[in-house]
């Protein structure tokens, strides 16, 4: 049975199956970067969206009455 330590010794191994792989297979990888808001979705946009949904909810809703 594979012993391991509950202190991770190198900071990149954070997963417990990246902690189990030997330091040369783990080499290269960077952190992780924070997720950001992607730049095409502005107040604008919703409001468009938050619009147009609105629009076809009313004319279905028509419709179907």
Known sequence: ???RSLVLT???ARHPFLASLPPHV???TEPLQLLR???WLSLDSVREFLIA????FVAVSAFIA
């Open 10 to 12: 190198d900071e990149t």
């Open 53 to 56: 949904y609105c629009a076809c």
């Open 37 to 39: 808001r992607p730049r």
């Open 1 to 3: 049975m594979k012993r």
């Open 26 to 28: 783990r080499r290269g």
